[in-house]
């Protein structure tokens, strides 16, 4: 019995692997449960005895996504203690580890799926993407690092919106062709991930262009 379950889980856990490579490659609609049968060895019926339909397995794509970015996220809090550090290392993770564009994945969930479905992957993408950021932009307040919202008219939730907003734009350039991938586009997701946290934390103008308070007296 005990080996008929392990074998049944990781048929299970081949099947969302496989799976989530086809939808965020294609997209939803081009993706069949033929396509996702045939890529892992299986039939059809054989896929269904695991889910019952290609919904039911895309949200079960998005919500183990979900599951291994939030643990994660919770891991790079835990190590770095610099909110500056611990933001680079998140924008970092989530460009190395979602190379394709969000956009098509947020297209599908709004136009593919049923209400119960979109409504179980915004909770879900919410506890794993949204709110750790969210915290950290809560504790940097909390300790002095970054000015208090009621001053500078931005609060943690809109600077985390922003923030996954700019990992969303830069996931949409062309991707880093494979001769100077390794090393080098290592070393360029690192540096766009600082580029874009310095932007959040410390605006585009340099100091001496800064406005002075005291001109709006």
Known sequence: MAGNKNASQETRASIIKTAKKLFMELGYRAVSTRQIADACGLT??????????????????????????????????????????????????????????????????????????????????????LLPIVGVFEAGQQEGRLRDPRQFGMDADMSARLLMGLINQSLQRPPVPDHVRGTRAARGLEQQAQTLVDIILYGLASPDERPDPRSAD
């Open 44 to 129: 059809q019926p054989a896929l269904y005895h695991h889910f019952s339909d290609k919904e039911s397995l895309y949200v079960e794509v998005l919500q183990t996504v979900c599951s291994e970015t939030r643990r994660a996220l919770e891991r790079i809090i835990k190590r770095e203690q610099h909110i500056r550090n611990r933001l680079v290392q998140i924008v970092h993770y989530m460009m190395a580890s979602h190379p394709d564009d969000l956009n098509t994945m947020f297209h599908d969930i709004r136009h593919e799926l049923s209400a119960p479905s979109q409504a179980a992957i915004l909770q879900c993408w919410q506890e794993a993407y």
